[in-house]
């Protein structure tokens, strides 16, 4: 879980990566709009491949003006990607999303 009263940005560095990862921001995650993302969080929640399992390594993404994300290797093992106003931005190198929410309805 990492928690930011604002926005969440990326830096320097190679970003967050591990398992189960959340995010929650009460600002955005990132920052930019869909056609032009200005700050992207990268994110690298493969350990080994998720995608075998798509209820094994779940990324939550929760923000109040928009979300932009890269995945840089690997499915990404999406559980819900919410935000209240703004534009919701994820980008893949290799990889595709795979549905992880099993509590959804159509």
Do not use: R
């Not at 009263?5 to 990566?17: E, F, K, P, V, Y």
């Not at 992207?40 to 923000?63: C, E, W």
């Amino acid at each position: 879980w990492l928690t930011a009263n604002g926005d969440l940005t990326q830096g320097a560095g190679t970003g967050i990566s591990g398992g189960n990862i959340t995010l929650t921001a009460s600002g955005s995650i990132g920052d930019g709009t869909a056609a032009s993302p200005t700050n992207i969080i990268k994110l690298d929640h493969s350990d080994g491949n998720p995608g075998d399992n798509p209820h094994a390594d779940i990324v939550k993404l929760n923000a109040s003006t928009g979300i932009f994300v890269e995945q840089l290797t690997g499915n990404l093992n999406l559980y819900n990607a919410t935000t209240t106003v703004g534009d919701v931005y994820v980008h893949f190198d290799h990889g595709d999303i795979i549905d992880s929410n099993t509590n959804q309805t159509t």
